[in-house]
């Protein structure tokens, strides 16, 4: 169990010696957010979230072994310069506070870290780890060894239709359907993926290849790769990330917890779903 004393200390150490904080970006606000002045006694759980909404924060303040959240998506960003109950994410933020829940979010540094969520999504999109020829960083600062930066360019150990890549996608996230251009047709072969969590366009912008696979991209974006002949497939911001959470991020940090000799649970939140559906 967690020593009540040190939680938010535990928390932080765990995360970090899984996701460096060094690689995070440069306009991220990464790391411990929220620390409570006090922690929940007999807490032992960790829940893990993609966005904590006030769903999210109502979830773990009803479970009473709930010690911290560890948010994907940072709920600070920009400065605050009034904390309120006005405002959902700041009373989230004081009713957390209230109940001794501390808040780390690692954001990009799971983005850039080996094994983080773009390598997750490569396995994913080529079918299998085993079925990638080459996986390289897209972008990258200078702290990041090889396997570290942010999106993957991945090529194919044999190409795929984009029918085939779209059903993978598909059992990757978990979803019944996502958003398509198939410039050269849904039989067009695919032998390279240019891959990024979330909003891929910054930084999948220029690279070559068969797809673009990526949460959100704008208008303007996805008619240049048209133009281009790039095929692209969209599956919303936050749909492909939260697969990872329990795909892999939930046993790596209970493995992390146990090597510090702390017996914590690991909970995925049930309240946390993506905004938008499709219907």
């Excluded at 899984?18 to 411990?32: E, I, M, Q, R, V």
């Excluded at 048209?226 to 697969?243: D, F, M, P, Q, Y």
């Amino acid at each position: 169990m967690l020593r009540q004393t040190c939680v938010a200390a535990k928390l932080k150490q765990v995360v970090e010696s899984l996701y460096n904080p060094k690689l995070a970006d440069s306009w991220d606000n990464t790391g411990l957010l929220l620390q409570a002045p006090f922690s929940r006694t007999g807490a032992k759980s960790v829940l893990l979230t993609i966005d904590l909404t006030e769903k999210v924060a109502d979830e773990a303040i009803s479970n009473k072994l709930v010690s911290s959240i560890i948010t994907y998506h940072p709920i600070i960003f920009r400065g605050l310069k009034a904390i309120t109950m006005e405002d959902s994410q700041q009373r989230s933020l004081l009713r957390l506070a209230a109940e001794g829940i501390h808040v780390y979010s690692p954001h990009t540094c799971v983005d850039a870290a080996h094994e983080g969520v773009n390598d997750w999504l490569a396995w994913g999109i080529a079918g299998g780890k085993d079925q990638l020829k080459s996986s390289k960083p897209i972008q990258q600062n200078a702290s990041m060894s090889d396997t570290e930066g942010y999106g993957r360019l991945c090529e194919l150990s044999k190409p795929a239709s984009l029918r085939e890549v779209i059903d993978r996608a598909k059992k990757l996230t978990g979803l019944a359907y996502v958003q398509v251009a198939a410039p050269k047709g849904l039989d067009a072969p695919i032998s390279t993926v240019s891959v990024c969590a979330g909003s891929g366009g910054s930084v999948l912008a220029g690279t070559e290849a068969d797809l673009y696979f990526t949460g959100e991209l704008s208008h303007h974006q996805v008619l240049a790769l048209i133009a281009k002949g790039i095929s692209v497939i969209l599956c919303g911001h936050s749909n492909t990330e939260r697969g990872y959470l329990k795909d892999v991020m939930a046993e790596k940090l209970a493995k992390a917890f146990r090597e510090s000799d702390a017996d914590a649970e690991i909970l995925i939140s049930v309240e946390d779903r993506d905004p938008l559906t499709v219907m």
